[in-house]
């Protein structure tokens, strides 16, 4: 058979449903041999948002997303969802082509050295040399995405070797197990945690893979244990549960840093390398050397750590756990879970003295009635309007961390956000890709209008693709974030301010409904109809944010303190 036909065949082979991508020149064989698949092409207006498309596939069903794109410029536009796929812990494959490589008849025309530009930002990258190595390849490039720790992969079909003959047969799926966690390590960590006096869970994104919602509810429940968790691993436990302390969404000096200070073991579950810890390590260290309390992003105070993971840690300046378990999370927390005796001597009063303080402060500003609206009356209202499996696809953002710190997740992967490359233009093409996954879900993408402009074009394809979506923009005409932290700084406000289009108007020319908020009151009724009608739906909010200095980096740290 011919070479593209093997190649498409070896991707039905691995389960791939969606090819996400625009092709070019140099993929006519490979389009060709998808006309007859079971493979659903995707077709998008711009590569990078076909690559946050196929990595919010692969984050939410662990399969490997596939994405497709010509050579040079094509693949070029494919580097920051590369990048963001593997720092996001995502499997994603990449497929781009090449002019051929057995006789150029075009010189250096459009030729980047593709593989080695992708070495960096991947797991495995490979240039196809021979249709007899596609098999392989393939198998390889699957197997690489999708195991611990899960990432981005590419690979380059030349043109001529797409067309070439071949009698090579497509390698089936190989079934692999997670190791387990040794007996001793994980006895170990049993007794840390019995023997401490104040122990705390932490649950990050490592933790929102492979089912671990069960086992670690069932540990909380079994043992009393107070949990909080980074941004990305929100909802792995349901937020509504009495021990959640909080999110990780502030570097520091926020409420749920209290407890972490008042922890002497930090049971960390799945954390990820690319999140920054929520406690620094390194001022345990500067604390006892200067005698005293050192000021900073919530340090562990003298904490042990435990590191329970897939992987082992990563060791810095910041995070060198004394204790790792290594191996299938699931399998770890069920044995933990299963062995662990609650002693009498575990106190959490400082734990729920900051919870208590917490669960007090978000609800300030929830039902403000300014306008534009005030940031925590919109996340309050998102909440209230989307049901207990909606999924949320924040853009990057201040409103992240009001989203982040606010908003209670209740499912696992309802809150889809970016706290490893954090880019912006990724919220769209993942609500898009959202809700092809699970179309029975409600699904809203919460962008600024920066980030929304970055992949606005996709209005197109979500329209094209009759989507059932609701896309919220915050509209500020600046760049939000960067202000907040350049009054943070100190600096003047300076050069962050633009105009926008009329964006009601810009909806509708793409064939989507607009619609514009017009008070604090019309936001949460004009939310509920646009999620209950069909069709794509954007809405334009404005939002004030001119208290976001004053409220997240004062006002919060002096009440902090106060607990």
């Not at 300030?364 to 207990?388: H, K, N, T, W």
């Not at 999620?531 to 208290?547: F, T």
Request: proline share 5%; net charge negative.
């Amino acid at each position: 058979m011919k070479a593209s036909d093997l190649f498409i065949q070896a991707l039905e082979a691995e389960g791939v449903e969606y090819i996400f991508g625009i092709p070019g020149e140099e993929n006519l064989d490979l389009l060709n041999s998808l006309r007859e698949s079971s493979i659903r092409l995707i077709l998008t207006r711009h590569e990078q948002a076909a690559g946050f498309m196929a990595a919010t596939y692969g984050r939410l069903t662990g399969k490997t997303g596939v994405c497709m794109a010509t050579l040079g410029p094509g693949a070029t536009n494919l580097v920051t969802a590369a990048a963001y796929a593997q720092l996001g812990a995502m499997p994603m494959l990449m497929i781009t082509g090449q002019k051929p490589i057995m006789a150029s008849k075009q010189g250096e025309f459009q030729i980047v050295d593709v593989v080695d530009m992708m070495r960096p930002l991947t797991k495995y990258t490979r240039q196809i040399g021979s249709a007899h190595n596609i098999p392989a390849r393939i198998r390889e490039a699957f197997r690489r995405a999708e195991d611990e720790r899960p990432g981005a992969v590419h690979l380059e079909l030349p043109e001529d070797i797409a067309h070439e003959q071949t009698d090579a047969r497509v390698i089936q799926r190989s079934r692999f197990e997670q190791p387990r966690a040794s007996e001793p390590s994980l006895a170990s960590a049993r007794q840390m945690i019995e023997q401490a006096r104040h122990p705390l869970l932490l649950v990050g994104a490592g933790a929102n893979r492979r089912h671990t919602c069960g086992v670690l509810r069932a540990f909380v429940d079994k043992t009393g244990i107070p949990f909080f968790s980074t941004q990305m691993g929100k909802g792995v436990i349901d937020e509504r549960h009495p021990l959640f302390i909080g999110n990780a969404a502030l570097s520091g000096e926020d409420y749920l840093h209290r407890a972490i200070e008042a922890a002497d073991l930090i049971i960390n579950v799945g954390h990820d390398v690319v999140e920054k810890p929520p406690f620094i390590m390194g001022n345990v260290a500067r604390q006892e050397m200067a005698g005293g309390h050192l000021e900073g992003a919530g340090d562990a105070s003298g904490a042990k750590v435990i590191h329970i993971n897939y992987i082992t840690a990563s060791i810095d300046a910041v995070y060198y756990p004394q204790q790792g378990v290594i191996g299938d999370i699931t399998d770890t927390m069920e044995r933990l879970t299963r062995t662990i005796e609650p002693p009498d001597h575990w106190d959490f009063n400082r734990f729920m003295a900051v919870k208590q303080a917490l669960d007090a402060q978000l609800l300030e500003g929830s039902d403000d009635g300014r306008f534009p609206l005030y940031p925590q009356r919109l996340v309050a209202d998102v909440r209230r309007v989307m049901p207990d499996d909606g999924i949320i696809a924040l853009d990057n953002g201040v409103y992240k961390i009001w989203f982040a710190r606010n908003y209670r997740a209740y499912l696992s992967n309802t809150v889809l956000l970016d706290n490893a490359l954090a880019t912006m233009g990724a919220g769209l093409p993942s609500a898009m890709a959202a809700k092809m996954v699970r179309p029975q879900s409600k699904v809203m993408a919460i962008c600024g209008d920066g980030g929304f402009m970055m992949n606005s074009q996709e209005l197109e394809t979500a329209v094209r693709l009759g989507l059932d979506l609701v896309i919220l923009i915050l509209r500020d005409d600046a760049y939000g974030m960067i202000k907040w932290k350049q009054a943070n700084m100190g600096f003047d406000d300076f050069g962050l301010d633009y105009a926008n289009p009329d964006f009601v108007q810009y909806a509708r020319s793409y064939g989507a409904q607009g619609h514009r908020v017009e008070s604090a009151d019309h936001l949460l009724p004009l939310l509920k109809q646009c999620l209950d009608s069909p069709g794509v739906h954007l809405v334009d909010a404005q939002v004030d944010y001119r208290d976001n200095d004053r409220i997240l980096n004062h006002e919060i740290k002096e009440k902090s303190r106060t607990i």
